[in-house]
């Protein structure tokens, strides 16, 4: 009786959801250095793939303020001109000269009629206006509703502001070189048990292939300052033997994803982003981040250093371990602390 046949194992394709088959040379950056993607779908029915909720909470303050002031101006516009349609006389009170015209008059009164306030030089006059008036209210109360809602959505959502290195650096690395970026959290919260993962994307031949990065640490269980993330190239890294040129020929694109746990809400957050060839930096390094030790013993960083490098050396870095590439602690430890007599 023959040995059954050991079938070989299956190898999952090396695919990060955005498909093999995509795009050419110097396309465009699959994601962007704010973490947003760049690829969307298409062909999707318009009411199914509309989210206001989800897009009033994701979208930049500034746009969201923006929206509401257009929103506030706008209703009271249609009211306004809905109480001109219902004929001149539908308000009384104060002469519309004295109220800068007509149609001041009646906005003005939509605002007060709006946010409730009320303070009865302007009245409705007529069961037009009337009707008018009472539409408005609920639409009022139902705009401030949403409004304080989403406000308060976008307060006490938890996310992630990690702010990356500008550029990444290659260069020389215990002998032989790495790849590095720095990353530091940007708000006073703090994070803990951060993990990232390094995507290493580039086409060959007509396809675009994908790689996960092996990193020197993986993750860090505190993250009070920064954090210089570096994948050595050796023989086993899809960098080895790669150059500057190589990344701009193969159009590589290196993305990052780091999670972590935001202590306050404890809740599970991320940030990700990208380097495309023009942002890495070839035989550079990154300076020293670290403050010189206070005389209490404090540690601090001067996270306006983050991006900044300089040249780098095959002698200089040689020797470094894993503490000197980020320059923790080098040349900044405290003198012996005198002992009282």
């Known amino acids: ?13 090396k695919d990060l959801g955005f498909g093999s088959v995509i795009g050419g040379v110097n396309e465009k950056r699959l994601l962007n250095r704010d ?14 793939s509309l989210s206001f909720y989800h897009y009033f909470l994701t979208i930049s303050w500034p746009k969201f303020f923006g929206f509401v002031v257009l929103g506030y101006i706008g209703a009271n516009t249609l ?41 009865g030089n302007i009245t409705p006059n007529g069961m037009p206006a009337h009707l008018i008036m009472t539409a408005e209210s609920l639409v009022g109360l139902l705009m401030f509703a949403l409004g304080t809602g989403i406000l308060f959505s976008r307060f006490a959502r938890p996310t992630a502001a990690l702010m ?15 790849f590095m970026f720095r990353v530091t959290n940007s708000r006073s919260n703090q994070l803990v048990e951060l993990e990232a993962k390094v995507l290493f994307s580039r086409i060959e ?45 193969k159009d590589a694109e290196i993305m990052m994803l780091l999670t972590g746990t935001d202590e306050t809400f404890s809740t599970v957050v991320h940030g990700r982003s990208s380097y495309k060839p023009d942002e890495i930096r070839f035989g ?28 780098a050396s095959d002698e200089e870095w040689a020797h470094t371990s894993t503490w000197h590439h980020t320059g923790h602690f080098a040349g900044f430890s405290p003198g012996a602390r005198k002992t009282r007599g």
């Open 1 to 13: 009786m023959s040995a059954p046949e050991i079938q070989p194992p299956f190898e999952e394709p």
């Open 35 to 48: 973490g947003t993607f760049t690829s969307r779908r298409e062909g999707l029915p318009l009411l199914r």
């Open 79 to 119: 009211f306004a001109s809905l109480y001109l349609v219902a004929g001149p006389d539908s308000l009384s009170g104060n002469m519309p000269v004295s109220a800068g015209g007509a149609f001041w008059r009646a906005f003005f009164f939509s605002v007060e009629t709006l946010a409730t306030i009320g303070y």
């Open 164 to 178: 990356f290195s500008e550029d990444a650096v290659v260069a020389p690395y215990r002998g032989k070189t790495a």
């Open 205 to 249: 031949g007509s396809v675009r292939k994908y790689d996960e990065l092996k990193l020197e640490r993986s993750r860090v269980t505190f993250f009070p300052l920064s954090w210089t993330v570096v994948h050595p190239i050796d023989e086993k890294s899809p960098m080895y033997g790669m150059t500057a040129e190589d990344f701009k020929s």
């Open 284 to 311: 550079r390094k990154f300076v020293n981040i670290y403050n010189p030790i206070h005389e209490d013993g404090t540690v601090s960083i001067d996270v306006r250093r983050l991006s900044e490098t300089e040249e």
